[in-house]
């Protein structure tokens, strides 16, 4: 029996432009004229009514209370509450993110430079947009399961098989699916006390959520961690774990900017399972530690 999900918690103020930047390509056109004025002009538009943001966005009352509920406010009185707090946090000095394409041109250092401004940014979002609740129930939920599935494709895929060698060194069983048609008869196989992950940036990758979709069916808890939480998988997951949804360039694909906020997701779980399971985790950790040693060993006569 999948775990009751558990209510979200409206995002700290900081979060707001994360949580823009995040779902903003999912938005309707009038909901992005919203988000972007709350974002772009915290101070101004906390001194506005509904019906004030309403008319300096050229769209309505009801467009504005969607847009709050949509960044995970209960309605706008809540998303004024928290443009408040992020206009006076602004007020205090803290200078914004600046983050910049990378240029064809670009010298290495300036490569260097630019791609971990952009890696800071990336994680510091996927923070912030991430609903720790959902992320405590997947902890609940693999830490007492009987099979973990793992499921993803291209780069995803690869995210996923560290995520199963993690578990794997703790004592967890778990396997990593990138054969779409095996990842569907091994979710036919799964049942209530299992767990099946879905790592999707896109959030509508067919190959992964059709497994999913017959995890779900079957009764095992399932997850997605996906940069489109209104994407279609999110209509077989359980628990959705949302990553960040950064700025692309031509020589800054999305593979690469979804790997590091699904990485961090991945260690995230890993963490909290391990502290969950410490007592059969520590023992196995250091199993295979003990196991691998001599493979590091770089005295003459050990291999």
Do not use: W
């Not at 994360?18 to 056109?29: D, E, F, N, Q, Y």
């Not at 940014?121 to 996927?126: E, M, N, P, R, S």
């Not at 279609?232 to 949302?242: K, S």
Request: with cysteine; proline share 6%; net charge neutral.
């Amino acid at each position: 029996m999948s775990p009751p999900q558990s209510a979200p918690t409206p995002p700290a103020p900081a979060a707001l432009a994360a949580k823009v930047r995040t779902l903003g390509p999912s938005m309707t056109r009038s909901m992005q004229r919203v988000a972007e004025a709350v974002a772009g002009d915290p101070a101004g538009c906390a001194a506005l009514t509904v019906t004030g943001l309403a008319e300096r966005t050229g769209t309505s009352e009801a467009t504005v209370v969607r847009t709050s509920r949509l960044l995970g406010y209960p309605g706008y009185r809540d998303l004024r509450i928290a443009l408040a707090a992020l206009a006076a946090h602004q007020a205090a000095g803290r200078a914004p993110a600046v983050t910049a394409d990378i240029a064809v041109d670009d010298p290495i250092a300036d490569v260097v430079t630019k791609l971990a401004r952009e890696e800071q940014q990336c994680l510091a979002d996927t923070a912030a947009v991430l609903d720790t609740s959902q992320v405590e129930a997947a902890v609940s939920a693999l830490a007492t399961a009987r099979r973990i599935d793992v499921y993803g494709v291209g780069a995803s895929s690869l995210v996923g098989q560290d995520l199963v060698q993690k578990l794997l060194r703790i004592g967890l069983i778990a396997h990593a699916h990138a054969d779409p048609h095996l990842a569907v008869t091994n979710a036919v196989q799964l049942r209530s006390g299992d767990v099946a992950i879905a790592i999707t940036h896109s959030g509508r990758t067919t190959d992964v959520i059709e497994p999913l979709r017959v995890a779900f069916e079957r009764g095992a808890t399932t997850v997605a961690i996906t940069g489109r939480p209104d994407g279609e998988v999110a209509q077989y997951a359980d628990l959705v774990l949302t990553t960040s949804t950064a700025r692309e360039s031509e020589l800054r694909p999305a593979a690469m900017s979804s790997r590091t906020s699904q990485l961090l997701v991945v260690d995230c779980l890993f963490i909290g399972v391990a502290q969950r399971t410490y007592e059969s985790a520590a023992p196995a950790l250091s199993a295979s530690y003990e196991a691998l040693a001599h493979r590091h060993d770089p005295r003459p006569g050990h291999r």
